[in-house]
């Protein structure tokens, strides 16, 4: 019978207990299992992180720092193990060194032998910190420790060979198809050549997948000249940089390819590595992106059906965007049919080509674009299967998934199921944020304020709002403030605080200057969500004449576009100006007619958000012979929101659900950590802490830490 590493190694629970018990050390819990995982329940690791412990009072400092570079450590292996090895295992253990994972062949590139699998098989017979990955003796590694400690030695005793070594892993792992790695070890190396040439290539499998901050991180591992000499790596480095919200920096390195495409049609030796054209075509797309980003107005200078015909037949990747592009184009310019057409290409292109990114950005789409037509049932059945689709196909964890949770949750509000809208919220939001994908996080952030609005949850509202201007102000993304300017009018109107209510109105105005676009005979998408604000700011100050007169010019514009659920708004937005005109018959003409479109598609928010002052007339509905269903169900939904209204406006309730980040940031308050450090910890800025203890008062109804951690506690959200 032999005894093997696995069977000798402490887990999180029996490090815990020899830190606590028999060594006597106060640690917290994330330093047990950190310090688990960083010696991998290696017996004599722990015991000399005990001893080099207790010289230090920093215990974050030393749990970061401690490697197998410590000097305890590393005089332990040197002279407990290293030594005793004959010279030609020394020589291979220092040479593979720089190896995350290694196999045999991979081993005998970088080393130059010829014996490396029965190397590995006899360094673990003899249990000389190196773990088998798979079943069939394959692949290995080197303990976290051991590998520090080699690496130490290969700087002492071999510098001039390691960047030949990267070198040669690189090209192993190219050759055997692990583009990945292959960056990884061209830059390690700082063999920036071979990098730039791989992240062409690689780097696109990461734009197809929507792994921006991956993306991102590989070019900015290159040199500035190195990027800036190749239209390609710009082009990957805007997309990167234009997801996660740097939208300046995007237009820079679009200037970037254009400057160094110029070059290229003048002979200078500099190697283009993708046909000029298509890179054109790519940088047009990228803009149009860039637009709707930034202010839901795409840039159509460049845009015209025959881009997609620019792009290389096999890259399905870029074709599919340039069709996603054409699609938002023609939804803001109303044309809703021609859109859905675009999105619907873009999709059976994505599909073929199986990447993430313009798939479910494409599904998205056509979710919205069935949102706005009104139909609600058949946008909630699309965002469903694709939610399910991401699901088999393992993108549930991706920034497109996110995106389709968040147009799930637009059509959960519009039938009333607002727990339903919030769940799929905080998902979104969760993932964005992992994500870094600002451009859309703040946009989700808004409509959760939205759904805490309507649910009288103000503060948490106002949590999400602020944390929503920091992202619009930080990252220039106007769409954001503009749809946080819109629900601030609404808030205030509702406070009836008109002063307050105008100077959100004015700012969200300042998205359309020039002509008064009131006097037009038709308006874009984006103006009628303005509309909709200005209706009820104008009520709320009495001018139902004007409203009513507004509100029926907007009721035409919405449906010569085939925008349904505006025109459903508009029509509930026109009654409530005529029946404050006590033009009462009229008001219930235009609310029969707004319901008869509502009802099949089940679409109540419209509705409730009239507010109490519709209940008269719905009640004369319910008794009528017309829409009696649906005047009920309205009418049930109103008078349980005028009747609860005074019970929901506290600041929070502590039954909202909390997530795991919420949870990580209770802990670490209770191990009275600040908010830098809590940053520091979970890799978040000070500021985001800050919003998210903000959200944690308002849900758990708090105003102190004290406070957070007790209650926190009394729910059994943390551990006593």
Known sequence: LSVRWEDLRFDVEETRHYFKEMCRLRLSEDHFHALCTRTEGWITGLQLAAMAFAGTEDADGFVTSFTGAQRNVADYLLEGVFQRQTAGVRQFLIKTAILERMNAPLCDAVAGRRDSQQMMETLENGNLFIFGLDDHRTWYRYHHLFADFLRTRMQAEIPEEIAALHDRASEWFERNGYLAEAVRYATAGNRFKRAARLI????????????????????????????????????????????????????????????????????????????????????????????????????????????????????????????????????????????????????????????????????????????????????????????????????????GAAFLRYGLALVLQEKNRLGEALEELSEAIAFLEAGDAYGFLGMALVERARVHIALGRHGLAAADLAQARQIARKHNVLRVSFRADLLETRIAVQAKDLVKAEVFLEAA????????????????????????????????????????????????????????????????????????????????????????????????????????????????????????????????????????????????????????????????????????????????????????????????????????????????????
Request: proline share 3%; aromatic share 8%.
């Open 200 to 399: 062409e290539t690689a780097g696109r499998e990461l734009f197809r997948q929507g792994d921006f901050k991956e993306l991102r991180r590989w070019v900015e591992s290159l040199p500035e000249g190195t990027v800036r000499r190749s239209p390609v790596l710009c082009a990957l480095h805007a997309w990167a940089l234009a997801y996660l919200g740097e939208l300046e920096g995007a237009g820079h390195r679009i200037d970037c390819a254009e400057s160094a495409l110029a070059k290229s049609e003048n002979p200078t030796g500099v190697r283009i590595s993708a046909a000029t054209g298509s890179v054109k075509a790519e940088l047009q797309v990228l803009r149009a992106v860039i637009g709707i980003i930034r202010n839901d107005e795409p840039d159509v200078t460049g845009l015209h059906p025959g881009i997609i015909s620019l792009f290389p037949r096999e890259e399905l990747a870029l074709r599919s965007y340039a069709s996603v592009t054409l699609g938002f184009a023609s939804r803001v310019a109303g044309y809703l049919s021609v859109a859905l057409q675009h999105f619907h290409e873009a999709l059976v292109v994505s599909d073929a080509a199986n990447t993430s990114l313009v798939n479910l950005n494409a599904r998205l789409n056509i979710g919205i674009v069935n949102y706005l037509m009104g139909r609600m049932n058949d946008a909630e059945e699309n965002f469903r299967r694709s939610i399910e689709v991401a699901g088999e196909r393992r993108w549930l964890r991706s920034i």
């Open 509 to 720: 105005r300042n998205s359309f200057p020039g002509e008064d676009w009131n006097d037009r005979p038709d308006f874009p998408e984006k103006y009628e969500y303005f509309l909709m604000e200005q209706l009820r700011f104008l009520m709320a100050r009495g001018q139902f004449e004007e409203a009513a007169g507004l509100a029926g010019k907007a009721v035409n514009s919405a449906a010569a576009a085939g925008r349904g659920r505006h025109v459903i708004e508009f029509l509930v937005l026109q009654s409530a100006a005529l029946n404050g005109l006590s033009r009462t018959g009229e008001a219930l003409a235009v609310l029969e007619r707004a319901m008869h479109l509502a009802e099949r598609e089940e679409i109540v928010r419209p509705f409730v958000s009239a507010g109490r002052d519709m209940i008269p007339l719905f009640r004369r509905l319910k008794n009528g012979e017309g829409a009696r269903t649906a005047a009920a169900g309205i009418l049930l939904a109103l008078e349980d929101r005028a009747d609860s209204a005074g019970d929901k406006t506290a600041a929070g309730s502590a039954d909202e659900p909390f997530h795991h980040r919420e949870v990580q940031i209770l802990r670490l308050i209770s191990e009275g950590l600040r908010n830098r450090e809590i940053g520091e910890r979970l890799f978040l800025s000070e500021e985001t802490v800050k919003w998210y203890l903000k959200r944690l008062y308002c849900k758990l109804c708090v105003r102190t830490r004290t406070e957070a951690i007790a209650t926190a506690r009394k729910l059994g959200i943390i551990a006593r």
